[in-house]
């Protein structure tokens, strides 16, 4: 599809890409563990099944010959469960048969050596919240509940009194829930940060097609007038020199608005003004899961300083919400005595040491414009980015008198 000059729909090319990465990002999120404790922050856990190596330490379950080896493979399954759990994803074929494994060892291991072997259903349970995948259903949740029924059961039919059966089913139960529930909450937590990712990045393209329609809207209907007078000029010269000579005056006039015009929406004068863009800071902060807080003293700022700081407004949201993981941010702006101060905090991470293209190309319109620009963690924490600017007529770079 075209537009009306015969070049290509920048938004079909920029949703058929915004497809292309949701897609891309939905593939696989169930399945996997980019977040959370990790491996190593499962492990020590395993020690609430040290009973069980006491059993066999002490020569209370026997014969050792068959206690030692099975509780051996026991521990070299569950470790291998959920390492590879986390690193190859949740529902891994591999994982799910050494988990397979795993819980037969363990029902072998309590049917046959008794009640001290019981804690070790706890251990598998574990497993299964690191390996079960969600994938649209509590998976994770009826896994964990059988095998905590099976195994308070089992425990009961074994000799155990009720209150031992009823502490095994309930030791499993939680240990499972606790695993599963973590790991949840970490998938819920990277997807978060993705849609914030996503966000930044269709506010950038959103921006890209608005300057696109500016740029379009500015020279479209200019250039096409100056082509027509330029031909009436061709045709003028050798009749009335005169009426050329007023037509090509015209066309510098013409070419002079639309080169002002332009500058002017390169430098960010012709947009949205500060008070649009701090709304539209507000529903993205907000649309982020950032809470804002605008603070504005005293008198409406003119025109083209307002526009300045619209831009600074718009770059300094967009990195708040790409790069702080903040959950707060201020956006205060201030009129003093022959400058306007505006400043974006936030309570994020302290933002990054190397300044991006962006910042570096709004410190160099800040500097065109006679201001100044400071950004870097902020004291209190957080990130902080300040834009001083005059009151007086911004001036605009290479312009042609």
């Not at 949840?184 to 978060?192: C, D, T």
């Not at 709004?362 to 300040?386: K, N, Q, S």
Request: net charge neutral.
């Amino acid at each position: 599809m075209t537009d009306s000059d015969g070049a290509p729909d920048a938004r079909e090319d920029d949703a058929a890409c915004g497809d292309e990465r949701t897609a891309h990002r939905g593939a696989g999120v169930a399945g996997r563990i980019d977040d959370g404790p990790g491996p190593f922050g499962i492990y020590p856990w395993l020690l609430i099944g040290i009973g069980a190596v006491s059993e066999v330490v002490h020569g209370r379950a026997r014969p050792v010959w068959a206690s030692a080896p099975l509780l051996g493979l026991f521990v070299v399954l569950v470790l291998a469960a959920i390492w590879f759990g986390f690193r190859r994803g949740q529902g891994d074929r591999l994982a799910m048969g050494l988990l397979a494994a795993l819980t037969v060892d363990a029902f072998v291991l309590s049917g046959w050596f008794g009640h001290g072997m019981h804690m070790l259903f706890a251990l598998v349970a574990m497993a299964c919240g690191v390996v079960v995948p969600w994938a649209g259903r509590p998976w994770p949740v009826i896994a964990v509940g059988t095998l905590s029924v099976t195994a308070g059961v089992a425990a009961w039919l074994r000799g155990a009194s009720p209150g031992d059966a009823f502490t095994v089913w309930y030791s499993t139960l939680i240990s499972g829930f606790i695993v599963s529930i973590i790991l949840l909450l970490f998938g819920a937590i990277r997807e978060l940060r993705e849609t914030r990712e996503e966000l930044a990045r269709t506010a950038v393209s959103e921006e890209r097609l608005r300057f696109a329609r500016d740029l379009h809207d500015l020279l479209g209907h200019t250039l096409s007038v100056m082509v027509i007078k330029a031909q009436a000029v061709r045709k003028l010269i050798p009749r009335d020199p005169g009426l050329a000579a007023d037509q090509a005056a015209d066309i510098e006039t013409i070419g002079r608005d639309a080169l002002r015009q332009v500058r002017l929406a390169v430098s960010g004068y012709r947009g949205r003004g500060l008070a649009a863009e701090i709304d539209g800071a507000r529903t993205a902060l907000r649309d982020a899961g950032i809470e804002p807080t605008v603070r504005q003293e005293g008198t409406p700022l003119p025109e083209e300083t307002g526009s300045l700081l619209g831009w600074a407004v718009r770059e300094g949201v967009t990195n708040v919400i790409r790069h702080s993981g903040a959950a707060t941010c201020e956006i205060s702006v201030r009129r003093g005595a022959g400058t306007a101060v505006l400043s974006i905090r936030d309570d994020g991470r302290g933002g990054s040491a190397v300044p991006g293209n962006g910042l570096r190309g709004l410190t160099e319109r800040v500097g065109g414009a006679g201001g100044r620009l400071h950004a870097g963690p902020d004291e209190l924490g957080g990130y902080v980015l300040t834009v001083t600017v005059p009151l007086n007529t911004l001036p605009v770079k290479g312009d042609i008198s």
